[in-house]
């Protein structure tokens, strides 16, 4: 415990699902969290939550669509903290759907939060942590930069963009000498808040899914949330443009596709 004192760190999409699980892991050792996110009532009561619990978090309002967004965050953390020290890039939206069925609409909205969202978060925060001698970012990407399903045609190839933006700025980062590690967590299928109801967990498809996991089971937002402590932290200070797969092993077995037709 406290690997992180005094330590600043934004998690974007943290008010619930793997974000919160991030959120509630930095806490728990010592970080000041800024929990970011465009769901208010489900941020405040997370921040809320955490400061009950003797944690200091607190809930701010982003669109990491949004360039000014992101300005005014990183401009409020440092005139309140005086410090960022770690970035996880957790938000983002998924449509399930084939290439033919897709539109541009729908792959811009997706592009727009996944990929675009963390381009703009680093760019915004890169400053702040050369200020403060270093960092960490954490990009959230997907097992589905090594898997290939008809239904992520759309959200694999933005996390497959997210994964190579993750390497691209970890060795631009390293070569200027500025002691900002970037790494990325590849997460599968994890027990979050929409997938805890029994009446989804018995869907087939769901249950073909767990089925295929080697582990047999999902992860825990809490057991992704230690993935991101240790890379926040100095255990990991000889890791940079990393991929950490935590998916309890799917990505190394074949997975059964819809039959053909």
């Known amino acids: 415990m406290g690997r992180l004192n005094d330590k600043v760190a934004i998690v974007t999409g943290g008010s619930r699902g793997l974000g919160g699980g ?12 800024v929990i970011a996110d465009v769901l208010d009532d489900a941020g405040q009561a997370r921040a809320s939550d955490l400061r009950a619990a003797g944690h200091r978090a607190r809930y701010v309002h982003l669109d990491v669509r949004e360039a000014q967004s ?25 449509i399930p759907i084939d290439i033919e069925e897709a539109t541009v609409e729908q792959f811009q909205a ?7 969202g963390p ?31 008809p239904t992520t045609s759309l959200y694999g190839a933005s996390k497959a963009g997210i994964a190579n933006l993750t390497k691209t700025t970890a060795v631009h980062c390293a070569l200027r000498g500025d002691n900002i590690r970037v790494n990325s967590i590849h997460p599968g299928a ?21 089925d295929a996991i080697p582990m047999g089971r999902m992860g825990l937002p809490a057991e992704f949330g230690k993935v991101v402590v240790f890379l926040a932290s100095e255990d990991s200070s000889y890791m940079t443009a990393a991929e950490l797969f935590t998916d309890g092993g799917l990505t190394v077995v074949s997975f059964a596709h819809p039959a053909r037709g």
């Open 190 to 210: 994890h027990l979050t808040e929409m997938l805890e109801n029994p009446q989804v967990q018995a869907m087939p498809q769901v249950r073909a899914l767990v």
């Open 119 to 149: 381009f703009l978060g680093i760019k915004a925060v890169l400053p702040a942590m050369r200020k403060g001698g270093g960092g960490s970012i954490i990009n959230v990407a997907s097992n589905s930069t090594k898997m290939a399903l």
């Open 70 to 94: 992101w300005a005014a965050l990183v401009d409020g953390v440092m005139a309140t903290e005086g410090r960022i020290d770690g970035l996880v890039n957790n938000a983002g939206i998924n």
């Open 22 to 33: 991030a959120a509630d892991a930095l806490c728990a050792e010592g970080a000041s969290v």
């Open 110 to 116: 997706i592009l727009d939060v996944n990929l675009i």
